[in-house]
Structures are given as C-alpha cells and as structure tokens.
C-alpha cells in the first residue's frame, strides 16, 4: 500500500529517492520516470512529489486544466509502478521560490534525497525560471545525482497528459489507451437518479463527473464495470440527456450493466471506457430514445463478442 507523506513526517530520515512532476494521468510516460525511481533506490523510500492542485490553474488566467484522474487513482497506478510514497506539495505556498530556495529549502532539507529523477521538460522555481538541466546542475553541486529522462514517443508524438485529455474529450478511446498504457476509467460514487432506466427494464448506475475532471465527448460507449473484483460488461452514455424532460444541469455517467442486478447507491465503481459507438443526441420522443437505447446495448453486445475474437 502506497503511503501519503505528510508535513508532519518531515523531514524524512534516512533520505530517499525521489521523483517530481503533476503526474496527472500517470502515462506510459510517466510510468519510465517511476521505473527510473525504483530502480535507483537501495533501502531508501521511492517517493514522489507531487502538486494537490495543478499547477497551470493557480498561475494562469486561462480555463482551467481538467485532471484525467483523481488522487487515489493517481496514488494506486503509482504504487503499482513502484513508488513507495507520495508527497502532495502546496504549490501556492512556493510557487514564488527561488529554484535555489526550492532545492535547498524543500528537496534537501525536507526530503534528503540520494537521487532525483525527472522529465526533461520539467519546470521549477518562479517563474518557472528552473528546469531540468539546471535542477541536475543544482544537485550535484549538492551531492546528489539526478536522472533526466527524455520524453516517451508513440508513432511520432511526445506523450503528455495535455494530449491525452484531448484524445478524450474527442472521444479516440483507443489512441488515449496505447498513450496512457491502459484503458481510460473514472471511479466514482454511485448516486440516486430518477430511475427512468428501471422503468424501461434497463437499470443504470448514475455517476457525476466532479467539476475539475475531464469529461469523454457527450455519447455512448461499450465499456466494462469492475464491481468487487469482477467485470461486467455494459454500455454507458456520457452527457446530459437532452431527451429527457429535465436534462441534467452537470455531465453524468449513466451506465446499464449486462447481467447485472444488485443496487449499487453510494458505492464507488469503476467503468472502463471501451470504444465510443456513437454521439449524444436527441431524440423526437422518449419511444424513439428507447428504441436507440436498446440498438446500443445490442451494438455494445457485438463490440465484445468481436473483441473476444480478436
């Protein structure tokens, strides 16, 4: 199990190794960085710091940056890596510092690495008028190698979290999954809906996006649903039902599970994005709407039964 660091555990005794970056996402990019951490440690903790908040939205005016995911998926598939620890930083509070100030005063005196590892295009300090080169420059005159390792390539483009909230937002689920090395997924808590999927003989399980996530392109997609250790297969429409009477003021994730019946109110539960089958639309009438509904779940159906095949 993956440990969060606190203020109140430093300074680290012993030392570690150490990674910084957002990690937001944590991609096939950053997963090189958190190999590079654990394979440079001994008996030290591998820890990565990182930001609670993203950076870009307390230092920019413009529309805020949508995480990919949430703190406890960014803490799992980082323990999975390989990292020991994760230390959420406040970046408001040293936005302004100096990058000596940042070294001296929050990587050694606070953390005592043996090794720092980052990106090439990582930026400290204010301004960010530190990066890579002379963070690595900054440590060894300090004692301490770093390891800069350079960007991850898929056919031709760099990877980056940026990229990959695009390649969602246009719905290419596939492209998104070979960039993040597994398939996108939301965990969220299930909420109480208006039970119209009931009433059709389609139960669904509702899940709002929070507002600093990013959200898929409104529409429907075959997924998967993991409930105690378990997947289910299922179809599940992103967007805000315009069909419906009174559509939903925020993005919800509204998702009919196969051969699934249990409620399932205030649990938290993953559904794994498969492949996108078509956009949201609305329909003339709620007969027209139930009869697309159930052209998707068969659709859905056959998109499994040619991927087992494949």
Do not use: W
Not at 12 to 27: A, I, Q, T, Y
Not at 132 to 161: H, Q, T
Not at 183 to 201: C, E, N, W
Not at 260 to 289: A, Q, T, W
């Amino acid at each position: 199990m993956i440990e969060i660091l606190t203020d109140d555990m430093l300074p680290l005794e012993g030392g570690c190794v150490m990674s910084l970056g957002n990690f937001d996402g944590v991609h096939i990019g950053h997963a090189q960085l958190i190999k590079e951490l654990a394979a440079a440690k001994n008996s030290e903790k591998a820890v990565v710091f990182t930001f609670a908040q993203h950076p870009l939205n307390l230092i920019s005016d413009k529309k805020p940056v949508k995480y990919i995911i949430g703190s406890s998926d960014k803490m799992k598939y980082l323990g999975e890596l390989g990292a020991d620890a994760v230390y959420f930083a406040d970046f408001a509070e040293m936005k302004d510092y100096s990058p000596e100030r940042f070294v001296d005063e929050v990587l050694i005196k606070l953390f005592n690495p043996k090794t720092v590892v980052c990106g090439d295009s990582f930026t400290f300090g204010q301004g960010k008028s530190g990066n890579a080169e002379l963070l690595s420059e900054m440590l060894r005159e300090r004692g301490v190698s770093c390891i800069v390792v350079p960007p991850v390539k898929v056919r031709g483009r760099v990877v980056s979290s940026t990229l990959i909230r695009s390649l969602i937002t246009e719905g290419k689920l596939e492209e998104a999954e070979e960039l993040l090395g597994r398939k996108y997924s939301i965990i969220l808590p299930v909420i109480h809906g208006r039970a119209y999927g009931r009433t059709i003989g389609v139960p669904t399980i509702n899940q709002l996006f929070p507002p600093d996530r990013i959200v898929p392109k409104f529409g429907v997609y075959a997924c998967l649903c993991e409930i105690d250790g378990i997947l289910y297969e299922g179809v599940a429409n992103v967007g805000v039902r315009p069909t419906i009477a009174e559509p939903t003021p925020e993005p919800l994730c509204e998702t009919h599970i196969f051969e699934f019946s249990e409620r399932l109110y205030d649990r938290d539960v993953r559904v794994i994005f498969c492949s996108l089958i078509r956009e949201e639309e609305k329909y003339g009438s709620l007969e027209e709407l139930i009869s697309q509904i159930m052209k998707d779940i068969e659709d859905c159906k056959k998109y499994f039964a040619n991927s087992s095949k494949g």
